[in-house]
């Protein structure tokens, strides 16, 4: 019985068993198939626009919506919303914001009300305040129901369109974002001229170059953006400008950001410590405007690296673009978007053509119809007849001896049009007019024959329309840029003070009742060098053990080359004291580096530190036991060169040091710094890039002229920041160096030449050395020594057109550099352009190659050295010799 039992419940276990797993199967069945049909929903249907006309369904619904409802006026939101939920199978919060986002893209609808504010975050008023309408630009390039493809809306009761017949890369200009199961797509909004002339190069057979542009406007590096396609990444800035040497303003964000979360990233930066600014404004109305306050002693050039560094004002954008193509979702680039978006308004505008071409073909047969019907006065054969049939047979008759000429078989639909003509319209039947209206109809057709005939001539003038009728005022918002790389230890603020323990080795930010070193940055590296002649490189933090017995601690810069650390030790095996210059410029972090030969008991004598590598000289004495003859004696470290670190060093005495004195201060052993000016960047470099500017050293400075008549002198610091498109020369300053210009006064009308030296001696201010008036402007301006100038001029009442060419030191001598200088010609001056001069008239000390000197900052007898970009090197941003600057009068 119990056995019997027991094989009862295994049997209902094993029973139990089969039905879970006979249970488990359709989930995975389920999970399998419905999952599937979820996702693939949920891309087709809701996130991924379809690549005909960049449309997400939604979207188009609201299209076609707003079209069914358009009679010119504006219609409420809540209208709209209600009129699309015909089609939309979800609920109306959807197709509100998907409105909202099409409206503030300022292309499809003209808005009405508050529609929020992109630049700002601000939302859009509730459906039933704002109002909406479809633009014109819309009702011409998105609707042709003669070219829609239709389908029946979900429930059946209505039709809507699969895609609109969209005539202009809507995609591409209107820019999408979405995210699906599985993937995500985001199409960045492009120009909207550019897009045009970019399917017009497609037609042309040439390849576009397309790059993003954002309503937000700011700045954009688009050397990575590798055609939208995944991988891809945009760097994109804010606009920041020196509102004065103490606030900076913010003119333009960058996309994807509002004015709200970007001042909210610039107040957490400050508190933070990264950047010290005193208060944040926002001004916004029309423009963008944020002003900011720095704190006292901040350098407006770093805080605006810093601020690019540290907050939203520089934003990194990776585009994802993934588009529906016969039903599922492609991974293209751009281009290849435009190119099928180019290749769909030429097939749709070839639909449009043959069906106005077959509108007009039947236009011309019955007008033809029409007149024989009439002037063959077939009408009256039909008056006896008695029947239907025989009225159609009649004049059935009547057109047999014309039927050849027409371009199909006459059938029983046109006869009975030809029964409709009313009696009134046959006696007043003018054959005249009836032959004028069949010669336009056939011009039309030829016309139309002609565009089928050269579809892509016709196709580059339909894009060239829309251009100039459309385009105006939609240039590019975003300017193109290249950004250097912003070195973050650098334009930190100094948010931390370092302190030390030498005795018992420990540094960082905490030790607040130990010594004060510097002031420095959370982000730095400090580096250490102890007796033992160790050196050892670590991240600041608050506290550190770093070795016993510091000598030397300070904030460590990655490939300094300019740092020079001047050591005198003893070697512990023979007793000799060596002495070497070097620099550390890489390491590895908390890894010790040994400065002495590695033997036990070396110990460091003297340990100095030199930013611009400067060699002084010391006092050697020797313990009072030594056998030399000379127990006191000096050594200049100018002698030695400077090396790696590992380098063992000179022999200073093979005989015990008592001690080591500084005598003397050391200059610096190292040459000028080599910099070069990159003009597309607007900043100083030692890479060679761009125009080279000379050898700089102690407290040289830089010259920059600008082209609103004003110079300036800078410092050399590789943070200044320049603006390349206000810049007309950039050079070392030279206090000899003449300054030649010729300049037009806005209140005399004329215009005027000078020369002068700069005299002033202030740093980063900007003095105008042309006259204030309004309307005044530079025309030209060199540093040459010899400059020249040709001067087109207009005599006599015939108003007769002369040229002279004039050595600029021949016309005035050399004045202060407030004066007005000297009236350039009599005679109406019409333009003005620098020149070489003649080779007799190049002065002795110039170049024997016949040019002048233009940079004062080469050596006599000595090439400057070549820039990597030669092309870049004759920029410069100045008008240079042979430009050419045409005046308006």
Not at 33 to 52: G, K, Q, T
Not at 134 to 142: N, R
Not at 274 to 300: F, M, R, W, Y
Not at 331 to 348: H, R
């Amino acid at each position: 019985m119990a056995e019997e039992n027991k094989e009862n419940t295994n049997g209902k276990a094993q029973h139990e068993d089969e039905e879970v797993i006979h249970d488990v199967t359709p989930v995975s069945g389920m999970y399998q198939n419905w999952f599937l049909d979820y996702a693939s929903y949920v891309i087709l249907e809701r996130a991924v626009p379809a690549v005909e006309d960049g449309f997400k369904p939604v979207q188009r619904r609201i299209m076609h919506a707003l079209k069914e409802m358009d009679d010119g006026r504006f219609n409420k939101v809540a209208n709209v919303i209600g009129q699309t939920m015909q089609y939309h199978p979800h609920g109306d919060a959807s197709i509100g914001d998907a409105m909202v986002n099409i409206g503030q893209k300022d292309l499809l609808i003209e808005t009405q009300g508050n529609w929020g504010d992109i630049r700002t975050g601000d939302s859009a008023a509730a459906p039933r305040y704002i109002e909406a309408r479809l633009s014109k630009f819309a009702l011409d390039v998105v609707y042709n129901p003669q070219t829609t493809e239709w389908q029946l809306s979900y429930d059946g009761r209505k039709k809507e369109p699969v895609t609109l017949p969209v005539k202009f890369p809507l995609l591409l200009a209107q820019g999408v974002e979405g995210i699906a199961v599985g993937l995500s797509t985001k199409i960045l909004p492009h120009n909207f001229c550019e897009l045009i002339k970019g399917s017009i190069d497609v037609l042309k057979g040439k390849k576009p170059k397309l790059y993003p542009d954002f309503p937000t406007g700011g700045m954009a590096d688009f050397s990575e953006y590798n055609e939208g396609l995944r991988g891809g990444k945009i760097k994109v800035r804010a606009k920041i400008e020196e509102y004065d040497k103490k606030t900076l303003v913010i003119k333009d964000i960058p996309f994807g950001t509002t004015t709200t979360s970007l001042i909210d990233s610039i107040i957490k930066a400050n508190d933070k410590g990264k950047i010290k600014i005193k208060q944040v404004i926002d001004n916004t109305a029309k423009d963008i405007e944020i002003l900011v306050s720095l704190a006292p002693g901040q350098s407006p050039d770093i805080t605006i690296d810093a601020l690019y560094a540290f907050t939203d004002c520089e934003v990194s954008i990776s585009p994802n673009a993934c588009v529906i193509i016969d039903d599922k979702p492609h991974f293209i680039g751009v281009n290849e978007m435009l190119k099928l978006s180019t290749e769909q308004t030429v097939d749709l505008l070839t639909q449009e053509l043959e069906i106005k071409k077959a509108e007009l073909m039947e236009k011309i047969l019955f007008s033809s119809l029409e007149k024989i019907f009439i002037e063959n006065r077939i009408y009256r054969d039909i008056e006896e007849c008695e029947t239907w049939e025989a009225v159609i047979k009649t004049i059935d008759k009547g057109l047999d001896p014309f039927k050849e000429q027409f371009y199909r078989e006459i059938t029983e639909e046109d006869i009975v049009k030809l029964t409709e003509i009313k009696i009134k319209r046959i006696s007043k039947f003018d054959t005249f007019k009836a032959d004028e209206l069949l010669k336009k109809l056939q011009d039309e057709l030829a016309e139309t024959e002609h565009h089928l005939a050269n579809i892509v001539d016709f196709a580059i003038a339909y894009f060239s329309h829309l251009l100039e009728k459309y385009g105006k005022g939609r240039e590019r918002k975003t300017e193109i840029k290249s950004f250097e790389s912003i070195d973050t230890t650098i334009v930190a603020a100094n948010n931390q003070k370092l302190y030390v323990n030498r005795k018992d080795g420990f540094v960082g930010y905490g030790l607040k009742k130990d010594e004060f070193v510097t002031d420095c940055s959370d982000l730095d590296d400090i580096i250490v060098i102890r007796r033992d002649g160790k050196c050892m490189v670590s991240r600041i933090s608050d506290k550190l053990f770093m070795g016993k017995d510091i000598l030397h601690v300070g904030v460590w810069k990655k490939g300094d080359e300019r740092m020079t650390y001047n050591l005198i030790y003893v070697d512990g095996k023979t007793g000799r004291s060596m002495a070497k210059r070097f620099n550390v410029k890489a390491i590895t972090r908390d890894k010790e580096y040994d400065l002495t030969k590695g033997n036990a008991n070396s110990r460091v004598h003297y340990l100095t530190a030199n930013p611009n590598g400067e060699a002084e000289l010391v006092t050697v004495k020797l313990t009072s036991g030594a056998k030399a003859r000379k127990k006191v004696f000096e050594f200049d470290f100018a002698d030695l060169d400077i090396k790696g670190r590992g380098a063992g060093g000179n022999i200073v005495t093979k005989y015990p040091v008592r001690k080591i004195e500084l005598k003397a201060e050391g200059v610096s052993t190292l040459s000028g710094l080599d910099l070069w000016y990159d003009t597309s960047i607007g900043r100083l470099n030692r890479e060679e890039r761009g125009k080279y500017l000379g050898k700089f050293n102690g407290e040289d400075n830089v010259l920059v002229i600008y082209k609103d008549g004003s110079y300036e002198l800078t410092s050399y610091e590789l943070t200044n920041r320049y603006d390349p498109s206000k810049i007309v020369l950039i050079e070392r300053f030279d206090p000899e160096t003449v300054i030649s210009t010729v300049y037009y006064d806005g209140d005399s009308k004329n215009y005027y030449i000078k020369r002068f030296k700069i005299e002033t001696t202030s740093i980063d201010k900007k003095f105008e050395f042309i006259s204030e008036a309004s309307g005044s402007k530079l025309v030209v301006v060199s540093t040459s020594k010899n400059p020249h100038i040709e001067v087109e001029v207009v005599k006599g009442k015939g108003k007769e057109k002369e040229t002279e060419k004039l050595a600029m030191q021949a016309l005035i001598d050399v004045k202060g550099w407030k004066a007005m200088g000297n009236r350039l010609s009599q005679h109406s001056v019409k333009k003005v352009q620098l020149v070489e001069p003649d080779p007799e008239e190049v002065a002795p000390e110039e170049s024997d190659s016949g040019e002048a000197n233009d940079n004062p900052s080469t050596e006599k007898g000595k090439e400057a050295p070549k820039s990597a970009d030669s092309k870049k090197d004759k920029e410069g941003g100045d008008f240079g010799v042979g430009a050419t600057i045409e005046l308006d009068f």
